[in-house]
T-cell receptor, first 113, second 116 residues
Framework: DAGVTQSPTHLIKTRGQQVTLRCSPK?????VSWYQQALGQGPQFIFQ???????QRGNFPDRFSGHQFPNYSSELNVNALLLGDSALYLC????????????FGQGTRLTVV | AQTVTQSQPEMSVQEAETVTLSCTYD???????LFWYKQPPSRQMILVIR??????QNATENRFSVNFQKAAKSFSLKISDSQLGDAAMYFC?????????????FGEGTQLTVNP
């Protein structure tokens, strides 16, 4: 079982550019959530996808958007990058709703210069 | 909105000794889950232990146990017989299930150092 996999592991972008991060959930998982973790802080919830729809959204601007594909994998897109978008982006997957535990990937380290 | 507070930015413990990490949270709900996650330098968030709010019994997982005080909204983590591999950032997190889905709300973390 490969667990939750994220790509790329590191990324450097310039202010104003757009970026796409990818997440493949753990086998058997159909719900994917994205979190932003700034240096020295706890992760902040961005949004959650289930059945290819955005189910919940945190306090992030519309520059942050996502998508879930029929195979349950997901993408996080960020437009018009700001220096403050530099962070570790974590993907978490779980099986359905209810009490299931979430499993995290190793994250994508995004640096905006 | 729910909030989670970890008042200890850093803690240290001697190998083989016991350490307790503190966490408080704020919620008006009665049914929710609480978690402790460990994040080593590899960055991957690893679940250490979970507690369902409706359960009065404190959760335990080998050397890890919690002290869950629902009325006080307190959820501390005790690590017994500390090992060098326990050194990491520890995050307390809250989750409530809603019909639309769920989200984890994390505290700011406690950096644990284990001294040989």
């Amino acid at each position: 079982d490969a667990g939750v996999t994220q790509s790329p592991t590191h990324l450097i972008k310039t202010r104003g550019q757009q970026v796409t991060l990818r997440c493949s959930p753990k086998s058997g998982h159909d719900t994917v959530s994205w979190y932003q973790q700034a240096l020295g802080q706890g992760p902040q919830f961005i949004f959650q996808y289930y059945e290819e729809e955005e189910r919940q959204r945190g306090n992030f601007p519309d520059r942050f958007s996502g998508h879930q594909f029929p195979n349950y994998s997901s993408e996080l897109n960020v437009n018009a990058l700001l220096l403050g978008d530099s962070a570790l982006y974590l993907c978490a997957s779980r099986r359905g709703q209810g009490s299931a535990e979430a499993f995290f990937g190793q994250g994508t380290r995004l640096t905006v210069v | 909105a729910q909030t989670v507070t970890q008042s200890q930015p850093e803690m240290s413990v001697q190998e083989a000794e016991t350490v307790t990490l503190s966490c408080t949270y704020d919620t008006s709900e009665s049914d929710y889950y609480l978690f402790w996650y460990k994040q080593p330098p590899s960055r991957q968030m690893i679940l250490v232990i979970r507690q369902e709010a409706y359960k009065q019994q404190n959760a335990t997982e080998n050397r890890f146990s919690v002290n869950f005080q629902k009325a006080a909204k307190s959820f501390s983590l005790k690590i017994s017989d500390s090992q060098l591999g326990d050194a990491a950032m520890y995050f307390c997190a809250y989750r409530r299930e809603e019909t639309s889905g769920s989200r984890l709300t994390f505290g700011e973390g406690t950096q644990l150092t284990v001294n040989p």
